[in-house]
Protein backbone atom coordinates (compact mmCIF):
# COMPACT_ATOMS: atom_id res chain seq x y z
CA UNK A 1 0.00 0.00 0.00
CA UNK A 2 1.09 3.45 -0.93
CA UNK A 3 -0.74 6.50 -0.15
CA UNK A 4 1.79 8.99 0.26
CA UNK A 5 5.49 9.77 -0.96
CA UNK A 6 7.57 12.05 0.73
CA UNK A 7 10.69 13.23 -1.40
CA UNK A 8 13.84 14.02 1.38
CA UNK A 9 16.78 15.35 -0.13
CA UNK A 10 19.35 12.92 -0.80
CA UNK A 11 22.17 15.50 0.98
CA UNK A 12 20.69 16.15 4.09
CA UNK A 13 21.22 14.07 7.14
CA UNK A 14 18.98 15.40 9.29
CA UNK A 15 16.43 14.49 7.15
CA UNK A 16 17.52 11.18 6.14
CA UNK A 17 17.69 10.32 9.86
CA UNK A 18 13.86 11.07 10.76
CA UNK A 19 12.86 9.35 7.38
CA UNK A 20 11.09 6.43 8.90
CA UNK A 21 9.38 8.72 11.13
CA UNK A 22 7.82 10.93 9.15
CA UNK A 23 4.56 8.95 8.41
CA UNK A 24 4.81 8.22 4.99
CA UNK A 25 4.45 4.63 2.83
CA UNK A 26 7.20 5.45 0.70
CA UNK A 27 9.81 8.11 1.39
CA UNK A 28 11.58 9.21 -1.95
CA UNK A 29 15.54 9.82 -1.78
CA UNK A 30 16.34 12.17 -3.99
CA UNK A 31 19.48 11.66 -5.77
CA UNK A 32 18.09 14.33 -8.77
CA UNK A 33 16.77 18.14 -8.24
CA UNK A 34 17.81 18.40 -5.01
CA UNK A 35 21.50 17.77 -5.05
CA UNK A 36 23.86 20.02 -6.90
CA UNK A 37 26.85 18.45 -9.22
CA UNK A 38 29.23 19.11 -6.80
CA UNK A 39 27.64 17.08 -4.42
CA UNK A 40 26.16 13.51 -6.54
CA UNK A 41 28.62 11.82 -5.20
CA UNK A 42 28.46 12.47 -1.56
CA UNK A 43 24.61 12.33 -1.85
CA UNK A 44 25.02 8.60 -3.16
CA UNK A 45 26.61 7.69 -0.40
CA UNK A 46 24.72 9.11 2.12
CA UNK A 47 21.55 7.48 0.56
CA UNK A 48 22.84 4.25 0.31
CA UNK A 49 24.38 3.97 4.26
CA UNK A 50 20.78 5.74 5.12
CA UNK A 51 19.27 2.40 3.63
CA UNK A 52 22.18 -0.13 4.32
CA UNK A 53 22.44 1.33 7.76
CA UNK A 54 19.38 1.89 9.02
CA UNK A 55 15.76 0.33 9.80
CA UNK A 56 13.05 1.81 8.03
CA UNK A 57 9.30 1.31 8.79
CA UNK A 58 8.35 2.84 4.98
CA UNK A 59 8.85 1.98 1.54
CA UNK A 60 12.52 3.07 -0.33
CA UNK A 61 12.58 4.66 -3.74
CA UNK A 62 15.34 6.40 -4.91
CA UNK A 63 15.32 9.18 -7.81
CA UNK A 64 18.09 9.02 -9.56
CA UNK A 65 19.70 11.38 -12.18
CA UNK A 66 17.96 11.30 -15.89
CA UNK A 67 19.40 9.39 -19.09
CA UNK A 68 21.00 12.49 -20.35
CA UNK A 69 23.14 13.37 -17.65
CA UNK A 70 26.35 11.69 -16.47
CA UNK A 71 25.32 10.73 -13.45
CA UNK A 72 22.61 7.53 -13.59
CA UNK A 73 24.69 4.65 -14.45
CA UNK A 74 26.70 6.06 -10.70
CA UNK A 75 23.40 6.36 -9.34
CA UNK A 76 22.45 2.72 -9.81
CA UNK A 77 26.18 1.28 -9.12
CA UNK A 78 25.22 2.46 -5.38
CA UNK A 79 21.82 2.46 -4.85
CA UNK A 80 20.90 -0.75 -7.01
CA UNK A 81 23.13 -3.47 -3.93
CA UNK A 82 20.70 -1.91 -1.25
CA UNK A 83 17.71 -2.91 -2.89
CA UNK A 84 15.04 -0.04 -3.25
CA UNK A 85 11.67 -0.98 -4.13
CA UNK A 86 11.42 1.51 -6.82
CA UNK A 87 13.56 3.67 -8.86
CA UNK A 88 12.07 6.96 -9.71
CA UNK A 89 13.33 7.72 -13.28
CA UNK A 90 12.96 11.88 -14.43
CA UNK A 91 12.05 13.61 -17.30
CA UNK A 92 10.97 9.78 -18.80
CA UNK A 93 9.65 11.02 -22.42
CA UNK A 94 9.86 8.01 -24.15
CA UNK A 95 9.67 3.92 -23.82
CA UNK A 96 13.37 4.22 -24.78
CA UNK A 97 14.72 6.39 -21.79
CA UNK A 98 12.62 2.74 -19.71
CA UNK A 99 14.23 0.73 -21.95
CA UNK A 100 17.53 1.99 -21.38
CA UNK A 101 17.42 2.01 -18.01
CA UNK A 102 15.95 -1.14 -17.79
CA UNK A 103 18.66 -3.05 -19.50
CA UNK A 104 21.49 -1.50 -17.58
CA UNK A 105 19.74 -2.41 -14.29
CA UNK A 106 19.82 -6.33 -15.83
CA UNK A 107 23.43 -5.83 -15.73
CA UNK A 108 23.71 -4.80 -12.35
CA UNK A 109 21.82 -7.18 -11.00
CA UNK A 110 22.86 -10.38 -12.77
CA UNK A 111 26.91 -8.60 -11.23
CA UNK A 112 25.23 -8.87 -7.95
CA UNK A 113 23.30 -12.25 -8.58
CA UNK A 114 19.85 -11.00 -7.69
CA UNK A 115 17.09 -12.44 -9.29
CA UNK A 116 15.86 -9.84 -12.46
CA UNK A 117 13.74 -7.66 -12.11
CA UNK A 118 14.12 -7.13 -7.97
CA UNK A 119 14.08 -3.79 -8.39
CA UNK A 120 11.18 -2.05 -10.18
CA UNK A 121 11.22 1.40 -12.03
CA UNK A 122 8.48 3.94 -11.77
CA UNK A 123 9.14 6.70 -14.80
CA UNK A 124 8.26 10.36 -13.70
CA UNK A 125 6.95 11.64 -16.54
CA UNK A 126 7.23 15.46 -16.83
CA UNK A 127 7.21 17.01 -20.44
CA UNK A 128 5.03 17.32 -22.59
CA UNK A 129 6.41 14.33 -24.90
CA UNK A 130 6.13 12.04 -21.88
CA UNK A 131 2.87 13.06 -21.18
CA UNK A 132 1.84 11.52 -24.87
CA UNK A 133 3.64 8.33 -24.08
CA UNK A 134 2.41 7.35 -21.03
CA UNK A 135 0.95 4.53 -22.48
CA UNK A 136 4.29 3.25 -24.08
CA UNK A 137 6.26 4.31 -21.33
CA UNK A 138 3.83 2.12 -18.67
CA UNK A 139 4.38 -1.26 -20.75
CA UNK A 140 7.49 -0.39 -22.23
CA UNK A 141 9.46 -2.75 -19.50
CA UNK A 142 8.03 -5.47 -16.96
CA UNK A 143 10.03 -3.52 -14.33
CA UNK A 144 7.53 -0.39 -14.65
CA UNK A 145 4.97 -0.78 -11.80
CA UNK A 146 3.69 2.45 -11.65
CA UNK A 147 4.23 6.27 -13.36
CA UNK A 148 4.58 9.92 -11.69
CA UNK A 149 3.14 13.00 -12.62
CA UNK A 150 5.74 15.87 -12.50
CA UNK A 151 3.78 19.00 -12.97
CA UNK A 152 7.00 21.88 -12.25
CA UNK A 153 8.57 20.74 -14.88
CA UNK A 154 5.82 19.88 -16.79
CA UNK A 155 4.23 23.32 -16.82
CA UNK A 156 7.88 24.79 -17.88
CA UNK A 157 7.74 22.62 -20.89
CA UNK A 158 4.19 23.12 -22.39
CA UNK A 159 5.12 27.38 -21.33
CA UNK A 160 2.48 28.38 -19.11
CA UNK A 161 2.19 29.04 -15.43
CA UNK A 162 1.72 26.32 -12.52
CA UNK A 163 -1.27 27.45 -10.26
CA UNK A 164 -3.01 25.59 -7.32
CA UNK A 165 -6.11 25.43 -9.01
CA UNK A 166 -4.28 22.88 -11.73
CA UNK A 167 -6.43 23.70 -14.40
CA UNK A 168 -3.03 23.46 -16.57
CA UNK A 169 -2.39 20.11 -15.68
CA UNK A 170 -5.64 18.39 -16.23
CA UNK A 171 -5.49 16.61 -19.33
CA UNK A 172 -1.97 15.45 -17.98
CA UNK A 173 -3.93 14.05 -14.70
CA UNK A 174 -6.56 12.65 -16.56
CA UNK A 175 -3.48 11.32 -19.74
CA UNK A 176 -1.74 9.41 -16.99
CA UNK A 177 -4.03 8.02 -14.83
CA UNK A 178 -6.06 6.37 -17.89
CA UNK A 179 -2.83 5.21 -19.23
CA UNK A 180 -1.57 3.14 -15.97
CA UNK A 181 -4.87 2.01 -15.44
CA UNK A 182 -5.11 1.02 -19.23
CA UNK A 183 -1.04 -0.52 -18.32
CA UNK A 184 -2.03 -2.44 -15.26
CA UNK A 185 0.08 -0.35 -12.78
CA UNK A 186 -0.27 2.18 -10.13
CA UNK A 187 -0.08 6.73 -10.83
CA UNK A 188 1.06 8.78 -8.44
CA UNK A 189 0.08 12.63 -8.43
CA UNK A 190 2.17 15.32 -8.28
CA UNK A 191 3.07 17.41 -5.22
CA UNK A 192 1.27 20.19 -3.66
CA UNK A 193 4.59 22.59 -3.24
CA UNK A 194 2.83 25.49 -1.23
CA UNK A 195 3.81 24.00 2.33
CA UNK A 196 2.13 26.62 4.18
CA UNK A 197 -1.43 26.06 2.66
CA UNK A 198 -3.26 23.78 4.73
CA UNK A 199 -6.43 24.15 2.98
CA UNK A 200 -4.99 23.86 -0.76
CA UNK A 201 -3.18 20.27 0.02
CA UNK A 202 -6.47 18.84 1.13
CA UNK A 203 -8.06 20.49 -1.74
CA UNK A 204 -5.37 19.15 -3.92
CA UNK A 205 -5.22 15.62 -2.88
CA UNK A 206 -8.84 14.97 -2.76
CA UNK A 207 -9.17 15.87 -6.66
CA UNK A 208 -6.46 13.87 -7.39
CA UNK A 209 -8.19 10.80 -5.60
CA UNK A 210 -10.77 11.72 -7.72
CA UNK A 211 -9.17 11.82 -10.89
CA UNK A 212 -8.41 8.31 -9.87
CA UNK A 213 -4.32 8.61 -8.74
CA UNK A 214 -3.25 5.57 -6.37
CA UNK A 215 -1.58 8.02 -4.23
CA UNK A 216 -0.01 11.44 -3.96
CA UNK A 217 3.64 12.34 -3.58
CA UNK A 218 4.71 15.42 -0.69
CA UNK A 219 7.53 17.49 -0.61
CA UNK A 220 6.97 18.39 2.96
CA UNK A 221 6.01 15.73 6.07
CA UNK A 222 3.26 18.58 7.09
CA UNK A 223 1.28 16.83 3.95
CA UNK A 224 1.77 13.88 4.80
CA UNK A 225 -1.26 13.16 7.33
CA UNK A 226 -3.67 14.94 4.58
CA UNK A 227 -2.70 12.83 1.78
CA UNK A 228 -2.52 9.59 3.79
CA UNK A 229 -6.21 10.62 5.16
CA UNK A 230 -7.51 11.29 1.72
CA UNK A 231 -6.82 7.82 0.31
CA UNK A 232 -7.45 5.80 2.79
CA UNK A 233 -11.52 4.80 2.69
CA UNK A 234 -13.53 6.18 5.40
CA UNK A 235 -15.75 3.72 7.44
CA UNK A 236 -18.67 4.65 5.40
CA UNK A 237 -16.81 3.18 2.37
CA UNK A 238 -15.70 0.34 3.93
CA UNK A 239 -19.24 -0.57 5.72
CA UNK A 240 -21.01 -0.29 2.03
CA UNK A 241 -18.14 -2.61 0.43
CA UNK A 242 -19.15 -5.10 2.93
CA UNK A 243 -22.34 -4.90 1.99
CA UNK A 244 -21.44 -5.29 -1.61
CA UNK A 245 -19.90 -8.21 -1.32
CA UNK A 246 -22.84 -9.78 1.09
CA UNK A 247 -24.89 -9.14 -1.21
CA UNK A 248 -23.60 -10.69 -4.20
CA UNK A 249 -22.86 -13.36 -2.35
CA UNK A 250 -27.06 -13.54 -1.40
CA UNK A 251 -27.47 -13.43 -5.46
CA UNK A 252 -25.58 -16.23 -5.63
CA UNK A 253 -27.12 -18.35 -3.03
CA UNK A 254 -30.22 -17.00 -4.62
CA UNK A 255 -29.20 -18.30 -8.08
CA UNK A 256 -29.73 -14.92 -9.08
CA UNK A 257 -27.73 -13.13 -11.72
CA UNK A 258 -27.93 -9.89 -10.66
CA UNK A 259 -29.38 -8.08 -7.21
CA UNK A 260 -29.49 -4.82 -6.33
CA UNK A 261 -28.44 -2.66 -3.25
CA UNK A 262 -30.10 0.44 -1.59
CA UNK A 263 -32.02 0.58 -5.21
CA UNK A 264 -28.76 0.35 -7.48
CA UNK A 265 -27.45 -2.64 -9.42
CA UNK A 266 -24.59 -4.56 -8.26
CA UNK A 267 -22.12 -4.91 -11.42
CA UNK A 268 -18.69 -6.15 -11.54
CA UNK A 269 -16.79 -2.32 -11.35
CA UNK A 270 -18.89 -2.05 -7.94
CA UNK A 271 -17.79 -5.49 -6.71
CA UNK A 272 -14.44 -4.95 -7.71
CA UNK A 273 -14.51 -1.32 -6.40
CA UNK A 274 -15.40 -2.98 -3.01
CA UNK A 275 -12.78 -5.87 -3.26
CA UNK A 276 -10.13 -2.77 -3.44
CA UNK A 277 -11.77 -1.02 -0.74
CA UNK A 278 -11.56 -3.69 2.03
CA UNK A 279 -7.93 -4.89 0.98
CA UNK A 280 -6.69 -1.10 1.58
CA UNK A 281 -8.79 -1.59 4.77
CA UNK A 282 -7.43 -4.45 5.60
CA UNK A 283 -4.01 -3.18 5.51
CA UNK A 284 -4.29 -0.26 7.69
CA UNK A 285 -5.88 -2.39 10.25
CA UNK A 286 -9.74 -0.58 10.01
CA UNK A 287 -11.87 -2.78 11.27
CA UNK A 288 -15.52 -2.47 9.45
CA UNK A 289 -18.45 -1.03 11.95
CA UNK A 290 -21.91 -1.53 11.17
CA UNK A 291 -23.03 1.62 12.71
CA UNK A 292 -21.23 4.43 10.89
CA UNK A 293 -22.92 6.80 8.62
Not at 55 to 64: A, F, G, H, S
Not at 130 to 150: C, D, M, P, Q
Not at 224 to 240: G, H, R, W
Request: glycine share 6%; hydrophobic share 45%; charged share 25%.
Amino acid sequence: MRRSLLFLPGNNPNMLINAGYLGSDAVIFDLEDAVSPAEKDAARILVRNTMRYMQLDCEKIVRINSVDTAYWKADIDAILPEKPSLLLLPKASSPEDVIQVASYMDEVEEKLGYANGSVGIMPLIETALGVENAYAIAVSSSRVKALFLGAEDLTADIQCKRTKEGREIEYARTRLVVAARAAGVDVYDTPFTDVNDDEGIVVDAKLAKSFGFTGKASISPRHVEVINSVFSPTLAEIKYAYDVIEAIETAKKQGKGAISLNGKMIDAPIVARAERTIAMAEALGIERRDDCE
